[in-house]
């Protein structure tokens, strides 16, 4: 409890194992770490879950130098959502020449509560710096298990996208070395408030736990119990001047250090690491999050509640882009437009930016690609192609939670998008060991062009003008929205 809200501490005992000793195989995994709204009752979640996964060849050795996968899983900096995903598929799939790696990192009130009364007792943005703390072990002890450490390549999906973006930009854009390239999922911008701006979401914190009017409020915080603070304190609340909580209440934090300024800001500005990328996005990437919103107040309210630096002068510029749509099965009638909406302003354009701004900035390869692979369950629900409805072909079915779809119809894509996926680790390019069926995927530098991944269809496409039209809006209210 000493440690909550600090760093973690550079301990490095794997360091002292004899050489000679016989491997030690893991049989189960670690507990995650304590999501927000989850309670105590979860006997898989613990506030001592900061645990990594390693999946190697059988005969590797500190001689292989094999390039190495660290996955960062998402949850909207909220949960760990994706934890414990088999690497055994990708490691056997590659023909035993890499090495997988993922791990869980404090997410919620545990690695995210920000105030200026925080750093002055302990650390920001903490769920970020854990996953530092992963990188600079796999740095310090990768060999160990085959893998190279100068041949490191993050993966992150969702929050965990967003994470490698602040990875990218963290520190002013300084490369420590930790990390050769960059395969995201589906980058996920919120809002990014400003440390000194977060004193309402701490004093609520001490309210709701009893240390309002306690002289050493960090004291009283690291005093109270793990259920005090899960069960009443880590939850989603409203942002000020909003009446319905946000999903996305505990967020990384611009601290002027590690995170100078909103990622937005720091891409156009040219202060990130120029490395190889390949981005991804599904195609309704807002689907499941966005409001089933009947009216188009119900529609601007919600993106609000996300986003609360917008304001009413925005509204109709809103409507004007995303005006009444088709309706769509199972919702009503404005949940098209606010599902695009959101999909759009949280995912897709943040991906479009990031890529744009290496365009400009950068002469490092740079691959995108739009998942576009239906599920008959998710078309009958009215919700598309679905944030990260791409995991289950990147990974393999049976390696995590998998629709059957992936078992029988939507088989064949699972090894077109995972070895592009292989590829790049492997070779920092996704085309030098793609799959026999997988056709070239060109660079986005030629002409803005991304992968369009179809079952039996897999094509480049160019953005169309009206979702360039509609990025170039959100871009321009980026400072508002501070993601």
């Given at each position: ?7 973690l501490?550079p301990?490095?005992?794997?360091g ?14 670690g507990?995650r770490c304590?999501?927000t ?14 645990f990594?996964?390693v999946?190697a060849p059988?005969?590797?050795?500190a001689s292989?130098?094999?390039p190495?996968w660290v ?10 959502s994706n934890p ?8 056997e799939q590659?023909g ?17 509560l920000?105030?200026?009364?925080v750093s ?8 970020l710096l854990?996953?530092?703390h ?8 990768i ?5 190279d ?10 929050a ?8 990218l930009?963290a520190?002013?854009g300084?490369?420590d070395?930790?990390?050769a390239?960059v395969?995201t999922?589906s980058v996920?911008f919120?809002t ?5 701006d977060l004193g309402?979401?701490?004093?609520k ?9 306690e002289?050493?409020?960090m ?16 939850r989603a609340?409203s942002f000020?001047g909003?009446t319905r909580a ?12 590690l ?8 891409f156009?500005?040219g ?30 309210s919600f ?12 509204t109709?510029a809103m409507i004007k882009?995303?005006?009444?749509m ?9 949940f ?6 959101y999909?759009e ?6 991906t479009?930016l990031?890529l744009?701004s290496?365009?400009?900035s ?16 998710n ?10 409805f791409?995991?289950?072909a ?10 059957e779809s992936y078992?029988?119809y939507?088989?064949?894509?699972v090894?077109?998008?995972m070895?592009?996926y ?14 026999s069926?997988?056709?070239k ?11 369009v991944?179809e079952?039996n ?7 169309g003008?009206?979702?360039?039209e509609?990025c ?11 993601h």
């Amino acid at each position: 409890m000493k440690r909550r809200c600090c760093a973690l501490l550079p301990r490095y005992n794997i360091g002292n194992a004899d050489p000679r000793a016989a491997p030690l195989i893991s049989v189960f995994f670690g507990p995650r770490c304590l999501g927000t709204d989850h309670g105590t009752y979860n006997p898989a979640e613990s506030e001592d879950c900061l645990f990594v996964n390693v999946w190697a060849p059988t005969n590797a050795t500190a001689s292989s130098k094999l390039p190495v996968w660290v996955y960062i899983q998402g949850g909207g900096y909220t949960a760990n959502s994706n934890p414990d995903y088999n690497g055994s598929t990708v490691v056997e799939q590659s023909g035993r020449n890499l090495v997988f790696v993922n791990f869980n990192y404090r997410v919620g009130l545990w690695g995210f509560l920000a105030d200026k009364r925080v750093s002055q007792d302990g650390d920001l943005n903490v769920g970020l710096l854990d996953q530092i703390h992963l990188l600079k072990w796999v740095k310090r002890h990768i060999s160990k298990f085959g893998g190279d450490p100068n041949r490191v390549i993050i993966h992150g999906v969702s929050a965990g996208a967003g994470s490698a973006a602040l990875h990218l930009t963290a520190n002013g854009g300084r490369d420590d070395g930790l990390f050769a390239g960059v395969m995201t999922q589906s980058v996920f911008f919120p809002t990014h408030p400003r440390v000194e701006d977060l004193g309402y979401q701490f004093n609520k914190t001490l309210e709701l736990v009893g240390c309002e009017f306690e002289d050493d409020a960090m004291s009283c915080l690291r005093g109270k119990s793990r259920k005090e603070l899960q069960d009443v304190a880590n939850r989603a609340f409203s942002f000020p001047g909003r009446t319905r909580a946000s999903r996305w209440y505990w967020t990384p934090c611009v601290d002027g250090d590690l995170i100078r300024d909103v990622p937005s800001a720091m891409f156009k500005s040219g202060n990130f690491i120029k490395v190889p990328l390949m981005l991804g996005t599904v195609t309704d990437e807002g689907s499941v999050f966005s409001a089933n919103a009947a009216t188009p107040d119900e529609f601007v309210s919600f993106i609000r509640d996300n986003f609360p630096g917008l304001t009413d002068s925005d509204t109709p510029a809103m409507i004007k882009r995303y005006p009444l749509m088709e309706k769509l099965p199972q919702h009503n009638t404005w949940f098209p437009s606010t599902s695009k909406a959101y999909g759009e302003a949280t995912f897709i354009c943040p991906t479009n930016l990031i890529l744009d701004s290496f365009t400009k900035s950068s002469y490092a390869s740079i691959w995108s690609y739009r998942y576009n692979v239906w599920d008959l369950s998710n078309t009958w629900r009215g919700v598309g192609v679905t944030h990260t409805f791409d995991s289950a072909a990147i990974l393999g079915p049976g390696s995590l939670p998998t629709p059957e779809s992936y078992y029988g119809y939507n088989a064949p894509i699972v090894p077109l998008l995972m070895n592009y996926y292989i590829s790049f680790v492997r070779a920092l390019d996704p085309n030098v060991y793609r799959h026999s069926s997988a056709p070239k995927w060109y660079s986005w530098w030629r002409d803005g062009e991304r992968l369009v991944v179809e079952l039996n269809k897999t094509r480049m496409e160019t953005v169309g003008a009206g979702q360039k039209e509609r990025c170039e809006f959100w871009k321009g209210l980026s400072g508002k929205m501070r993601h």
